[in-house]
């Protein structure tokens, strides 16, 4: 059906940058809403940011705002996430998702596919 490999994740230093990427696969999109999300063990996942496939329509958590740059390439089916002015707080593994109908918000409930998420580490 619909896969999702996120890839760039590593340690970096408070202030430094990282760029994820979300390789999908499977099956073309058409109305697709994908999203990227963060979580920390114990602790509940949360949105960062989405995308909308076709009209590239952005949003993002207030958290993040500024900071982060969600983008898509859709002749490669890939989607990235440019992480400028990194917190220790952003430490997380970081997944991607998407949602079929494209009519995704924030919830992680409203999300069909998920990838198997790459790890980000900020130190101090």
């Known amino acids: 059906q619909v896969q999702l490999v996120e890839s760039g994740g590593g340690l970096v230093q408070a202030g430094g940058s990282l760029r994820l990427s979300c390789a999908i696969s499977?099956?073309?999109?058409?109305?697709?809403?994908v999203g990227w999300f963060r979580q920390v063990p114990g602790k509940e996942r949360d949105f960062v940011a989405r995308?909308?496939?076709?009209?590239?329509?952005?949003y993002y958590a207030d958290s993040v705002k500024g900071r982060f740059t969600i983008s898509r390439d859709n002749a490669k089916n890939t989607v990235y996430l440019q992480m400028n002015s990194l917190k220790p707080d952003d430490t997380a593994v970081y997944y991607c998702?998407?949602?079929?109908?494209?009519?995704?918000?924030?919830?992680?409930?409203?999300?069909?596919?998920w990838g198997q998420g790459t790890q980000v580490t900020v130190s101090s």
């Open positions: 998702a998407a949602n079929k109908l494209g009519v995704a918000g924030p919830q992680v409930s409203l999300y069909d596919y």
């Open positions: 499977g099956r073309t999109f058409s109305s697709y809403t």
């Open positions: 995308i909308s496939w076709i009209g590239g329509s952005t």
